[in-house]
């Protein structure tokens, strides 16, 4: 069956590329990837491989119409539909198995968010869209979902633009096991105020067993306030039998940030159960970008990102999580900074965090209320073809306590510490083969117990695009306090997707 249906498959493929005003583009795609690793010591070689391939149609019917199809020839299914109807006031798109790239229809309050079943193999869904009388109408139709046992129901909004103030009205029914159990509904606007935007909302969450305590409301005002400086507030407060995807139950949320010439960012946000005033946890956060060519707020100080800054950045964190009235605070205190050295050639990144917390902030197989990690991370652009990246990270507990070491059963002080230093260099041979190299000592401290283990590795990399690369590798791993023998790994690393 399965050898006549991939046959059927491939003919009406055939007879689909011959029809008048219907152009088709017919692909073969997939990936493979296939690895092995041989511990050079013991002589026992691990493999693996994976496969997955799939014959795909795009076509194009009458200039509007568009079909995707997907065909899984592992497993001899088709494994996704795709069909597209669109004109100058309405379009349509039937699905199969959506991608999570379809996206999601949501609003600036997550009162009422339309998901889509992505992933799903049995999950199907209708979307569209169209604007008569000029309301802009978006309607949706779920069949299943795997991260929401309800997902399956209708979802239906309509906007209207009246006097420059946009008001959305959106609802959604979904289907529980025997009948609809879960009956959802917004509205929200986008109300021009100045200069500034006002963002109201309002949202229900209807239950056969939930029929009270079930509102939730949300308010955004965000826009200039003078030159160069904007600003943007927003709250939302739910009942407790709230529910929406993104916005919980029983939340208090309070949010507020100024930003000056895309430069200096400053802002706090209170968020906790409605229910218990008692708990909150506060963030405040001050961040500046020397140069607005910097990557974005935060990102600036992401390990992928910081060496393409073009300027300095510095940010400065303060958390406070307090779960409720009898409980203590966690407090933390976060530093980051990073700074290209030389231009275009050497960048570097800091980071320190202090936490604290009467109530320990570590509790296992030891105890502690203060701790400290930091790292520092540098890259080096020697020449154009070779690229040095290294790193230092260092953690300790200051007043950590054990009864692993106590001859009373009572806590005793130990010393809690770890860190690790590294250095890997990479050379481009050409402009699809590179070769490196790294090194690493990293050590333990608890106690009496120590380990300081020093791995070395060296590899080559023949990388034509992101879809095709082949990697051979070696690696070596040393206990410096132990007498056992040196762990040596050799690696090949093949994958294809097309």
């Known amino acids: 069956m ?14 689909l590329t011959a029809v008048p005003a219907f152009s088709a583009n017919v692909n073969v795609g997939g990936e493979v990837k296939y690895q092995f690793v041989a511990p050079i010591n013991t002589r026992e070689p691990d493999a693996s491989s994976s496969t997955e391939l799939n014959y795909s149609i795009n076509a194009t019917i009458d200039k509007k119409w568009s079909l995707k199809v997907n065909y899984d020839i592992t497993e001899t299914v088709v494994d996704k539909i795709e069909i597209k109807y669109g004109d100058k006031g309405f379009n349509i798109a039937a699905y199969k198995k959506p991608g999570g790239d379809i996206g999601e229809l ?26 008569p009388f000029g309301i802009e109408v978006d309607y949706q139709v779920i069949d299943s979902g795997w991260y929401a046992s309800e997902m399956n129901g209708l979802y239906l909004r309509g906007s209207a633009d009246i006097k420059g103030n946009k008001i959305t009205v959106a ?11 879960l009956y959802q509904g917004a509205v929200f606007g986008a109300i021009p105020v ?3 935007k006002l963002e109201p909302g309002v949202g229900l969450t209807q239950r056969h067993d939930k029929k009270k305590d079930n509102l939730a409301f949300g308010v955004k005002l965000s826009g200039p ?12 407060i739910s009942q407790a039998n709230f529910d929406s995807r993104a916005f919980a139950g029983d939340l208090s949320e309070q949010k507020a940030s100024l930003t000056w010439k895309k430069k200096l960012l400053v802002s706090g946000e209170l968020t906790g159960p409605k229910s218990d005033k008692k ?4 963030v405040l956060n001050s961040e500046w970008r020397n140069s607005p060519a910097n990557n974005d707020f935060g990102k600036q100080f992401a390990d992928d990102k910081y060496y393409t800054n073009k300027d ?5 964190q303060y958390t406070r999580d307090k779960k409720g009235e009898e409980d203590n605070p966690l407090n933390v205190i976060l ?8 231009p275009n050639k050497v960048w570097v990144l800091g980071s320190t965090s202090y936490k604290y917390d009467k109530d320990f902030v570590e509790q296992g197989l030891y105890t502690a209320t203060k701790k400290l990690d930091g790292s520092l991370k540098a890259r080096a652009k020697v020449v154009p073809k070779l690229t040095l990246d290294g790193y230092f990270d260092y953690n300790t507990a200051f007043d950590s306590k054990t009864v692993l070491f106590s001859e009373t059963g009572e806590e005793e002080e130990v010393k809690v510490e770890s860190g690790a230093l590294g250095l890997s260099a990479t050379y481009d041979l050409s402009k699809i083969i590179s070769v490196g190299a790294k090194g690493e000592l990293s050590a333990n401290h608890f106690g009496e117990g120590n380990t300081v283990v020093n791995t070395l590795g060296a590899n080559w990399l023949l990388k034509t695009s992101d879809n095709a690369q082949m990697e051979l590798g070696y690696l070596r791993k040393k206990d410096l306090l132990d007498k056992a023998p040196s762990v040596h790994l050799v690696s090949a690393t093949i994958k294809l997707k097309f």
């Open 2 to 15: 399965k050898k006549r249906s991939m046959v059927s498959f491939l003919i009406l493929a055939l007879i």
């Open 106 to 131: 949501t609003d600036t309050h997550n009162l009422l968010v339309f998901p889509t079943p992505w992933g799903d193999p049995n999950g199907y869904m209708l979307r569209g869209w169209a604007q």
């Open 171 to 181: 609802g959604r029914t979904i289907q529980g096991e025997e009948k609809f159990d």
């Open 194 to 196: 100045g200069k500034l």
């Open 225 to 236: 306030v003078a030159d160069d400086l904007e600003m943007n507030l927003s709250t939302r």
């Open 279 to 282: 708990a909150r946890k506060l």
């Open 312 to 316: 300095f950045g510095v940010g400065l």
């Open 335 to 342: 530093l980051r900074a990073t700074a290209p050295v030389v």
